[in-house]
């Protein structure tokens, strides 16, 4: 069996969840304060990918970035970044794709934090960052886990995005969602099954590991 | 001298109330602030630390003018800094007793001289959800004091506490309030409580 597809979707997932770590924990804190419209219409466009057809996002994000004109032709132009039919667009439509798998869980859970928490900490003199990454981070844990385990594990099973917006490049986004499909369609069974038992057994050992992390971990006063 | 000349508009269970606040404490000492539940106690101490803003009004504090609505001023609760005993305690789930104060302060001496008077010492490694009531109430007084405020602010603070270990604290606080040349504002609906230790009395509603 090649390998090549599975390693490519692990790569996927891991940097999709590690950019949405970076920018989706500072935007769900920002989302869990004070509500206003403009919130509530960034928060329907990040959960929109919950409910549209994988398909239709591919398919706008495949135009968007077409080099040949709009923002795909000035990325190609003056960065030489093509999101079309490369890794690099393969990210950034993941990105968008499971961006409400980690938004809404981190989210949530900083709304169900006590507001009187970050309050003592600003009497105690302490700044914004200080209380988020010193008070607030620290007691949303096992939603902060729960969050980057489904953002990995929906990123593995990616394939309407993918295949608008990346093709079937052998190595490069070729990944194993489309190998199955792939291989069933060139009535390559054994490739197909394989393919599929592995995504199966990673997804299934992911999800159960968290179900096993939340039970047995020491329920927070909190919850 | 803390002065204190506000008005919040509160959402109340028939519409809207107003909460009207008009008095000057003396500095250093302990006073009582009582009233019935739902009557804005908790609120008007949220609006002196800077949590909660005011419709209108002024909060000054020793001449230094914390909230001036006519002139435009507000200064944020880290620069006004006070020591604050939340009702609900508002201990950090994830820090042990020691965490606590070490977040609050960097002085061990002074640390340490806090866990004696809260009778915490044997307890420094531990969370709060492993503390009884009464020592997470004594965990939140001991915080907001180990910042040295000069303006206490606490909200039913010896609720959850014995007569006998109340009695001890409220005379250990008195000193230390002295010592710091602080001064605290105490809310209570127990009209007994503090008889004889405060000065100054504000009813409210």
Known sequence: MDLTPIWLTLKLAGITTLVLL????????????????IKIIIEAIITMPLVLP????????LLAFSPRHGIGKWLHDVFNLQFVFSFEGLVLASVIYSMPFMISPVKSAFQQLPAS?????????????????????PNIKPSLLTAIVLTFAH????????????????????VASIAVYDSVEQMDYTSANNYSLVLFAITFILVIGVFIYNKYQVKSPLE | ?????????????????????????????????????????????????????????????????????AQNISLSPQQRMPGFVFQDYALFPNMTVQQHLEYATKDTAWINRLLNIGKLETFTTHKPEHLSGGQQQR????????IKP????????FSALDVKMKGELISDLQSLIKELKAT??????????????????????
């Not at chain 1, 990123?155 to 070729?174: D, H, K, S």
Request: hydrophobic share 45%.
């Open chain 2, 1 to 69: 001298m803390i002065s204190i000349d506000i008005e919040k508009k509160l959402k109340a269970y028939k519409g809207v109330q107003v909460l009207r606040v008009k008095k000057e404490f003396a500095t250093g000492g302990i006073a009582r602030i009582t009233g019935p539940s739902g009557v804005g106690k908790t609120t008007l101490l949220k609006m002196i630390a800077g949590l909660i803003t005011p419709d209108a009004g002024r909060i000054v504090v020793d001449d230094i003018t914390w909230f001036d609505s």
């Open chain 1, 22 to 37: 970076a920018f989706g924990l500072p935007l769900a804190w920002w989302l869990s304060k004070k509500r206003s419209f």
């Open chain 1, 155 to 174: 990123t593995l099973g990616e394939f309407g995005v993918v295949l608008m917006i990346g093709g079937n490049i052998p190595g490069v986004t070729r």
């Open chain 2, 184 to 205: 605290a504002l105490t809310v209570s609906h127990n009209p007994q409580e503090l008889d004889g230790v405060s000065g100054d009395e504000l009813e409210v509603g």
């Open chain 1, 54 to 61: 994988p398909s239709v996002l591919g398919f706008y994000l």
């Open chain 1, 117 to 137: 928490l970050s309050q003592a900490s600003y009497t105690l003199g302490k700044s914004e960052w200080q209380t988020f990454r010193q008070v607030l981070l």
């Open chain 2, 139 to 146: 965990l939140a007084i001991l915080r907001a004091l180990a």
């Open chain 2, 150 to 157: 000069k303006l206490l602010l606490m909200d039913e603070p």
